[in-house]
């Protein structure tokens, strides 16, 4: 595992609620900040700063895209270790209904943006 610094840096990142949010959600699909924000409710402006903090850290990847900007999660973000300690949070917070509910928002999101009808298009 990662040495006692580098490993508290990343569990303050993972205290806060807002972060643990968006990586459960980048985790499973790209999306740019205005899909975030429509999925959990936040402003862009939040979204955004929470998203620099977890893209230091290379918790969050960043792609360009004409003009979009999308993030995601690498799978290689984490050692042996640390992706075994993500999976088991993955596995506590799963049932969580504010979670599930970003998922299920999440879901219509990203069927909007493929079927044409999201803004960013």
Excluded: H
């Excluded at 610094?5 to 499973?28: I, Y």
């Amino acid at each position: 595992m990662d040495n006692l610094s580098s490993l508290t840096d990343r569990l303050k990142l993972l205290a806060d609620g807002t972060r643990l949010r968006l990586l459960n959600l980048l985790g499973q699909e790209e999306l740019t900040v205005g899909e975030l924000s429509s999925i959990l409710g936040v402003g862009q402006s939040t979204i955004s700063s929470q998203l620099a903090r977890l893209r230091e850290s290379s918790m969050v990847l960043d792609r360009r895209e004409g003009t979009r900007c999308f993030y995601r999660m690498p799978p290689e973000i984490f050692d042996a270790d640390g992706r075994a300690l993500w999976d088991l949070l993955g596995e506590e917070l799963k049932p969580d209904a504010l979670l599930q509910s970003d998922r299920d928002r999440m879901e219509e999101v990203v069927l909007a943006r493929r079927s044409g009808a999201w803004v960013d298009k």
